[in-house]
């Protein structure tokens, strides 16, 4: 069993990965944001697995519910494309 939950720490820790070097690299701001809001959510399974579910609960709503939002609220106002 807990070779199991290594395994799935280390793909949640690889989407992780992907999703902030995507987050990083994208020039439309709101696929950024989507992929901040993928690598936020990998770390609360992480919390979860590493068994720590209160921060897990409060990881969830505020990564990737609230952040977000204000985000693309920002996004509305400034513009969706970053320009070169």
Do not use: N
Not at 14 to 40: H, M, N, R, W
Not at 46 to 64: H, K, R, S
Request: charged share 15%.
């Amino acid at each position: 069993m807990l070779f199991l939950e290594l395994v799935l720490c280390l793909v949640a820790a690889l989407v992780s990965l992907v999703g902030t070097y995507l987050a990083i690299v994208e020039k439309d701001l709101l696929k950024a944001v989507v992929f901040s809001a993928l690598q936020s959510t990998a770390y609360a399974f992480i919390y979860y697995l590493l068994m720590a579910p209160d921060i897990a609960l409060v990881y969830i709503p505020v990564a990737v519910g609230l952040y977000p939002l204000l985000l693309v609220i920002a996004i509305r106002k400034c513009g969706r494309f970053e320009e070169v």
